[in-house]
C-alpha cells in the first residue's frame, strides 16, 4: 500500500488468477486504482465505477493488483458479535482483545444485516500520477448503504500498517452484499446486532 500511496506505483504486481484457490479470501484495489477487488470464499470480485450513483460487481480472477493481501481459511468458527461492537473503532477493538494469544495476521468475515456503511471504490482517472496518499484520495467515489443484508471481509494485523492497512488502523475490510451487486472499501459502518463473526481460530 505504500508503494501505491507514497510512490506512485500503480501498475499490478499480483495476478489474481495465479493464487485462485477453494476457500481463499482477499482484499485490494484494481492496478492503476481502477476499481475494488474482494475474494470470498474462493470467488473474486471487482467493483467499478459506473456513475456517482451506481457500480458495477463482477465476478472474474482475470485482475492485476498493485498490492493484494489474502489468505485460505478451510474452517471458520462462528462467534455471535457483542451488541458492544457497533463500529469500525468497536470492532477493531474486540478483534484486538479475542486475538490476543492468537496468530496476527487474520482474515475474519461478518454476516448480517448493515444498518448502514460509507463504502468506496477507487477510480483514478487514466494517466494520473500518484505522489502522495491525498493523490490517492481525489479519485474515490463514495455510495451509502443502509439495511443491507452483506458480508465484511476483513483482514487483521497490528504489524502491516501502510502496507495493507491504513497507518491509523489495525483492520482492512470491504462489504459485499449478499445479491453481489454492491461492494466497496468500507470508510464507516453501523451494525446491527446479532452479526455473525467468523474466525479462524
Known sequence: MSNVMQKGQLYGTISLDTIQQPNLYGL???????????????????SRVVSPIAME????????????????????????????????????RHL????????????????????????????????????????????????????MHADIIGFFSTEH?????????YIHIHLLSKDRKTMGHIDDLLLNNGLKLYLPF
Open 161 to 169: 500498517q501502510t502496507l495493507f492497512t491504513h497507518h491509523d488502523r
Open 57 to 92: 460487481v463482477e465476478e472474474t480472477y482475470n485482475l492485476k493488483a498493485p498490492f493484494f493481501v489474502y489468505s485460505r481459511v478451510d474452517d471458520w468458527k462462528e462467534y455471535t458479535l457483542p451488541d458492544s461492537v457497533t463500529d469500525i473503532e468497536t470492532l477493531e
Open 96 to 147: 484486538y482483545n479475542i486475538s490476543r494469544n492468537a496468530k496476527r495476521p487474520f482474515a475474519f468475515k461478518l454476516e448480517g444485516v448493515v444498518q448502514s456503511a460509507k463504502i468506496h471504490i477507487v477510480d483514478l482517472p487514466p494517466g494520473t500520477k500518484v505522489n502522495k496518499p491525498a493523490d490517492a484520495q481525489k479519485g474515490k467515489t463514495y455510495y451509502p448503504v443502509k439495511n
Open 28 to 46: 485490494g484495489p484494481v492496478e492503476y486504482l481502477a476499481g475494488e477487488i474482494t475474494i470470498a470464499d474462493g470467488k473474486a470480485y471487482t
